[in-house]
């Protein structure tokens, strides 16, 4: 199971860190993503990590703006946010997989949370 937290208002600029609470599986197993979604749109990938190889993928739209973390012990993985903008609004779901190092493509994922909403305001 993947449970989502963190998301909420903020202003642009601002900061918000979402996590990803994982029960069920061992974290270092699996690559786990962020994606995010706006009605309407595609599913994009935002981020993802192996934390058996600290391997981290980032979308060009997000470079430089957020980071990723995972901590084994807590079976968590985060997204720092920051210089939030309003094109970030969506709902940010968590993903897993099995068996491969970064999960960057919606079809790949196996696990889904439901999802946090997340609004930038200009």
């Known amino acids: 199971q993947l449970v989502e937290s963190g998301g909420g208002l903020v202003q642009a600029g601002g900061s918000l860190r979402l996590s990803c609470a994982v029960t069920g599986f061992t974290l270092e197993d699996l690559a786990i993503a962020w994606f995010r979604q706006v009605p309407g749109k595609e599913r994009e990938a935002v981020s993802s990590?192996?934390?058996?190889?600290?391997?981290?993928w980032y979308a060009d739209s997000v470079k430089g703006r957020f980071a990723i973390s995972g901590d084994n012990a807590e079976n968590r993985v985060y997204l720092q946010m920051n210089v939030l903008k309003p094109e970030d609004t969506a709902v940010y779901y968590c993903?897993?997989?099995?068996?491969?190092?970064?999960?960057?493509?919606?079809?790949?994922?196996?696990?889904w949370g439901n999802g946090t909403q997340v609004t930038v305001s200009s």
């Open positions: 993903a897993a997989v099995y068996g491969l190092s970064i999960l960057r493509k919606e079809l790949q994922a196996e696990y």
């Open positions: 990590i192996s934390t058996s190889d600290d391997r981290t």
